[in-house]
């Protein structure tokens, strides 16, 4: 059974910083991109970043220069490290995995591309 869950959330004041992780398992995890999403109150959710199998990265306008993405095959983990953290950002996370084509460096895949989701974790941003 695929897998995954994110680990890392919390509450933190802007300016500050964190490292989300999401630990996969029960499929070939190097033959997958994975990707990061946010939904805040009321809204839509949204892409953040993407890493395809190569380890090429996409990031939303909103995030770029701010957010990192990673991935460690060995452990079967992709890590986003988010810095100086705004308000906006605050939303529960998701990390997905896609097996397919991603477009290194092109338009961040859309959500129905994803094929296995985790549950999500709360990042809480306060003033």
């Known amino acids: 059974e695929m897998q995954l869950v994110e680990s890392g959330g919390g509450l933190v004041q802007a300016g500050g910083s964190l490292r989300l992780s999401c630990a996969a398992s029960?499929?070939?995890?190097?033959?997958?991109?994975i990707g990061w999403f946010r939904q805040a109150p009321g809204k839509e959710r949204e892409a953040v970043s993407c890493i395809t199998t190569d380890g090429d990265t996409m990031y939303a306008d909103s995030v770029k220069a701010r957010f990192t993405i990673s991935r460690d095959d060995a452990k079967n983990t992709v890590y986003l490290q988010m810095n100086s953290l705004k308000p906006e950002d605050t939303g529960i996370y998701y990390c997905?995995?896609?097996?397919?084509?991603?477009?290194?460096?092109?338009?961040?895949?859309?959500?129905?591309?994803?094929?296995?989701w985790g549950q999500g974790i709360q990042v809480t941003v306060s003033s």
């Open positions: 029960g499929f070939t995890f190097e033959d997958y991109a």
């Open positions: 997905a995995a896609l097996r397919g084509e991603v477009v290194p460096h092109g338009p961040l895949p859309y959500s129905y591309e994803y094929d296995n």
